[in-house]
């Protein structure tokens, strides 16, 4: 593992370690990866063997308290790459000219356990599984979608993908914890399909702590691919329906709904959205599944500001074409309604394709087409889901490069609704 920063005045500078330089054991242990590298150093008493760019090894010793940080930066490990041709992989889906990231298609266990990216774990040898037991690499995000192997095979395209339920009925018996994703293409996986595939799931609770269903996405640049039928407010609302009377029944034998649908299911059906507890621990919120429950919840600060600060807001809302109505109805309208002004902006996807509504896929140029004519003393506010963590947009455009074209002042929304409420407020003073 190479290290490629050093914190000044930081144990690992004290102990000898220098940018360049290759760690490669910590106590008598191969140091392959930043996986290894965090597991190996939680021990108080430390034993390094450290390589310097000219090849000269040399024996480090470190004693630290259990939570201190060495102060290195690993240099990135490579992304193991996946092998499967999912009939319905967004990347195949993706017009050209994109943030180069978004083409890559990972399927990396490593990657799971740090940042939450899904895996289908069919790459897992023997010695992945016991690592990431021996490791307790938990919880995982994996993507499921069927757990009958034939099915589960032309979802994946990969006849050899195998039978998921030996691989999480090993992670189980580690007390790995798991979290489920199932993306729902009618008339494929849906039905009595889907019902085996949250059963079979459910089977393993509380190791697969969680399953999430989520609509299938079907861009507009699908030329070549096998038809995909997208999911429809009729067919959201009979999933609902459906999932709801499981859910109880889980409740009931499992003490918990086990099972939980994506905020988009509710929002295409006109269902009001459950209550966030609902979702109990929002285990998969960053897949979109209770996160607008919780924007709905945590936007009730507004109400906790005096009009007299409400009214001196001057804002452009920017969201996606799903959201306009929740982000209307509970900031817009309230701050309107106050003598302030607010306006709200669903971005039509012009990039993607009108199927495409949420705002985490939206690229610089739809946001800026969309802002053309809106009055310039209003202080525009990005969602913050639309930019990447170096903050690009799909099309590599950057917020302040908008700013900068447009001639106006663009926010990136802070990620917690009070933070980004009162960044509203304070900046119309």
């Known amino acids: 593992m190479d290290i490629v920063a050093i914190t000044a005045g930081s144990l690992a500078e004290h102990a000898g370690l220098r940018i360049g330089d290759r760690l490669l054991t910590i106590n008598g242990r191969p140091v392959r990866d930043c996986v290894d590298f965090l597991y190996l150093s939680a021990d108080d008493a430390l034993v390094l063997e450290a390589q310097s760019p000219d090849g000269r090894r ?31 992989c967004f990347v195949d889906q993706l017009p050209r000219g994109l943030r180069p990231s978004l083409y890559v298609k990972d399927e990396d266990y490593r ?34 979608h069927a757990t009958e192997p034939d099915l589960r095979a032309r979802l994946l395209g990969n006849p050899r993908v195998g039978d998921i339920m030996d691989t999480l009925r090993r992670l189980a018996e580690d007390r790995i914890t798991v979290h ?8 494929v996986n849906d039905g009595a399909h889907l019902e085996r595939t949250v059963e079979d799931l459910l089977s393993l609770y509380p190791q697969v702590e969680s399953v999430a269903v989520v609509p299938v996405g079907l861009t507009a640049h699908r030329g070549g691919l096998a038809h995909l039928t997208p999911c429809t407010p009729r067919c ?13 029944s889980y409740l009931d034998r499992l003490r918990t709904r086990g099972v ?17 507890s609902e979702f109990e621990s929002l285990a998969q919120v ?6 607008t429950s919780r924007f709905l919840e945590d936007a009730r600060i507004l109400s906790s500001f005096p009009a007299s600060e409400v009214r001196r807001v001057r804002a452009a809302l920017v969201t996606g074409v799903l959201m306009e109505p929740v982000l209307e109805t509970r900031i817009g309208r309230p701050i309107r309604a106050a003598g302030g002004r607010c306006t709200v902006i669903g971005v039509r996807n012009g990039l993607l394709g009108d199927s495409i509504t949420v705002s985490g896929l939206l690229a610089g140029s739809d946001i800026e087409a969309a802002l053309d004519g809106v009055d310039r003393s209003l202080r525009v506010f990005l969602p ?12 590599d455009v950057r917020p302040q490069d908008l700013g900068d074209r447009l ?23």
Request: proline fraction near 8%; glycine fraction near 10%; include cysteine.
């Open 180 to 187: 489920a994703q199932v993306v729902l293409c009618p008339g």
């Open 236 to 248: 959201a609302a009979a999933l609902i329906d459906e999932v709801g009377a499981w859910q109880r």
């Open 58 to 88: 040399r024996t480090l010793r470190i004693a630290k308290a259990e939570d201190d940080d060495l102060g290195l930066t690993p240099a990135p490990d490579p992304i193991r790459r996946c092998s499967n041709r999912c009939v319905f």
């Open 384 to 395: 913050p889901n639309s930019v990447s963590a170096d903050g690009r947009f799909l099309d």
């Open 111 to 144: 990657l799971s356990f740090l940042h939450g990216s899904y895996v289908t774990l069919t790459d897992l040898g023997p010695a992945d599984l016991d690592r990431i037991g021996e490791q307790r690499l938990s919880p995982l995000y994996v993507s499921v």
């Open 407 to 429: 001639g106006r002042e663009i926010s990136v929304a802070p990620a917690q609704t009070a933070a980004w409420v009162a960044d509203l407020i304070g900046g119309g003073r």
């Open 286 to 291: 960053e897949n979109g599944v209770g996160m």
């Open 260 to 276: 939980f649908l994506a905020d988009e299911f509710y929002l295409m059906s006109g269902i009001p959205l459950p209550p966030v």
